[in-house]
């Protein structure tokens, strides 16, 4: 696989880590914003903040007697960050403030984390909430899950690590490269561990590039580097469902399906090549739309209504397509 060449990767957004302990604090950070339903957020964010402050809600580098804008600002996108992230709120400067059905549901259960896993099962990148690398066209948590079938639990080294994650599976950028990303991490295993750390190393050192220029930027002066400082928000998100577990143990943290689950994580898989079709929305709206609706399934079905309700007739023929590939893997047994 081609390492150097992109720049493009399964971005996470920084500023706050999605996992079960943080439940609490995102449980309560969106019970507060039920309570601007319907208001415009330019208007209340500030108010919205300091109660999050008084709650403590918010946890802030250093102690202050007040607040800037940019501090209200910096406050305020992240928490945009995490329910656009999570499918949970529609928040916009130039909106009134929208709890999603998922929103909904989650704060009605308490923060039921099945929620979330939900949500995490369904997530695609790219879309239009964080749209960087817009040649991504993945659900990042079943490509995970495909790719570990691979490797058990138990057969020699299960699961795959953090730097095999960093090197081949952040890359991809469809299904069709889940071979690939195999037969790569299999070649690579082949090295002895000097020889892998060399390739890291030289990896480490190679300059990000963008559109054919060479871009070199503080701590993130390889996209190893870049790919690397975003890794942990990343896994915390893809490996949140239960059926997936993640030792966090740095360089060597260690991503795979534990034993029990191995059927379900295989009848999941098997579900996404029957049923589900990566959507391209065209905007943030109507992504929420979908991605905050909890009957939403991500399938065949609801990808060509939305394309042929927004007159995508290309996009809907390739659906069409699709459907077309699954009726024949399934009636010869492919």
């Keep these: 696989m081609d390492f150097v060449n992109s720049s493009e990767y399964w971005y996470q957004p920084k500023g706050f880590a999605i996992r079960r302990e943080t439940l609490p ?58 329910f656009s992230n999570l499918g949970l709120a529609w928040v916009d400067a130039e909106s009134t403030v929208f709890i999603t059905k998922v929103g909904e549901e989650f704060l009605k259960t308490k923060g039921n984390p099945r929620i979330i896993e939900d949500r995490v099962l369904k997530y695609q990148l790219s879309n239009p909430s964080f749209p960087q690398y817009k040649r991504i066209k993945v659900f990042p948590n079943l490509f995970l899950l495909e790719l570990l079938l691979n490797f058990p639990e138990g057969a020699g080294q299960g699961g795959i690590t953090r730097d095999e994650y960093i090197l081949f599976v952040s890359r991809a950028r469809n299904f069709d490269e889940a071979g690939q990303v195999r037969e790569a991490i299999e070649k690579f295993r082949k090295l002895d561990n000097q020889g892998q750390r060399l390739l890291i190393e030289s990896l480490k050192k190679a300059p990000i590039i963008t559109k054919g220029r060479l871009r070199a930027v503080s701590r993130r002066e390889s996209i190893f580097r870049t790919i690397e400082l975003n890794s942990s928000y990343a896994l915390n998100f893809l490996c949140f469902p239960h059926y997936l577990a993640l030792e966090d143990r740095g360089a060597r943290s260690r991503i795979y399906i534990p034993r029990k689950y191995w059927q379900l994580a295989n009848d999941l898989v098997r579900k996404y090549h029957r049923e589900y079709y990566y959507t391209e929305f065209d905007s943030e709206k109507d992504w929420l739309s979908y991605y905050g609706d909890p009957s939403k399934k991500g399938t065949f079905d609801e990808a060509l209504e939305y394309y042929e309700t927004t007159s995508k007739l290309p996009q809907a023929l390739e659906v069409y397509q699709g459907v077309e590939k699954v009726i024949f893997r399934e009636f010869f047994k492919i």
């Design 25 to 82: 604090t995102i449980y309560g950070r969106l019970k507060v914003l039920a309570s601007y339903q319907g208001q415009p957020w330019k208007k209340v964010q500030k108010d919205y903040t300091d109660v999050l402050i008084k709650k403590g809600l918010v946890e802030l580098r250093k102690t202050k007697r007040s607040y800037t804008a940019s501090d209200y600002s910096a406050i305020s996108r992240m928490n945009k960050v995490i």
